[in-house]
């Protein structure tokens, strides 16, 4: 059985203040949920598995796909369903211009020690220390989606996963990809306890990226553009690569980075798969 509306058109409804609360980091955490938005994503985060607590919707705004992706929710267990006015979706949307439809899912719970290697290709991940702009993370998830990476690690610090501009940015494939948090201990021990080869990122590098044997289980550690990686990821690495930079410049934004370097692994790994 579908579940039941209820109007809000109240801005100042209890459940429409929660909503605005869910902006900040420390609430989602609470409550562990995140905001979903966009149909593409809605439709990548159900296709994923998420578990859908509560959903809002605007009859004046509400497009074909949201209508649809809006009657696949009401359906399922456990739902709570909210019609609002235009005036309340704008303000609990997280962006400027609202759109029709809005989810509230629980965060998909994902730890380090839950990861697991590919049983049948070496293993790639994309270590991010201290990445703080939502946009770059969710750009280097949509890179690493693209690229066939296993998961990306998180160490250092640096943005929530679960804010709504990386769910945004990553076009959905932040459910596809999976994201974790870690400390640097943690990390660089379940790394070399699997066998994995970790390769750095750096401008002080000798070696081009492209000289550097990519094929085997393999993470690649990225740090910001402005600091790069700290002193201690890079003497931890097992090696050191860098990107030329040919003009004035002496950094990548690291979605350009990752890009460059997971792609250039998919290159290799493709022609080895050829040549065996």
Known sequence: MAATPVPITS??????????????????????????????????????????????????????????????????????????????????????????????????????????????????????????????????????????????IMCGGGVDPWNPNVLRSSRGACFAVPTVQAGTTALLGWLRGRGVATVAATPAAATCYTGFDLTGPTAILLGTEHDGLSPRLLDAADAAVAIPMLGCGDSLNVSTSAAILLYEALRQRIGTRKAT
Do not use: W
């Open 11 to 152: 801005l100042t409804n209890s459940r429409v203040k929660d909503l605005v609360r869910l902006r900040q980091r420390r609430h989602r955490d609470r409550l562990g949920a995140m905001i979903v938005e966009e149909p593409l994503v809605i439709r990548r985060g159900l296709d994923a598995g998420i578990t859908c607590r509560e959903v809002y919707f605007c009859p004046e705004i509400l497009s074909d796909a949201e209508g649809s992706l809006l009657q696949e929710i009401l359906v399922m267990p456990g739902i709570r369903a909210f019609e609002l006015t235009l005036p309340v979706m704008t303000k609990v949307a997280y962006r400027d211009r609202p759109q029709g439809l809005l989810v509230v899912a629980a965060q998909p719970v994902r730890e380090l020690d839950g990861l697991e290697l590919p049983p049948d290709e070496p293993a790639l991940f994309m270590v991010l220390e201290a990445v703080e702009k939502p946009g770059n993370l969710g750009a280097v998830q949509r890179i690493a989606d693209g690229a066939g990476a296993h998961a990306i």
